[in-house]
């Protein structure tokens, strides 16, 4: 009998919402901070998140680089 098939699809579950506004409250609190930096700090509050998952969240907000965040016009 093959496996009962996912009910989400083929995949790693989505991020938790509340890491996601972490992620984004960091980001736009903190406009120096690149995506390693928002890692390193999720890690020392005890959130396991990979580097690269952040980078899509900030992406996928539209949140840029952190060189362009800082700059000011």
């Given at each position: 009998m093959p496996p009962d098939p996912s009910?989400?699809?083929?995949g790693r579950p989505p991020t938790v919402r509340s890491i996601r506004t972490l992620?984004?409250?960091l980001a736009r609190e903190n406009?120096?901070?690149g995506y390693r930096r928002v890692h390193g700090e999720l890690l020392v509050l005890g959130v396991t998140v990979a580097p690269f998952t952040i980078w899509e969240i900030l992406k996928d907000a539209g949140v840029?680089?952190?060189p362009e965040r800082s700059a000011t016009t």
């Open positions: 009910p989400s699809g083929p992620v984004l409250r406009p120096n901070w840029g680089p952190a």
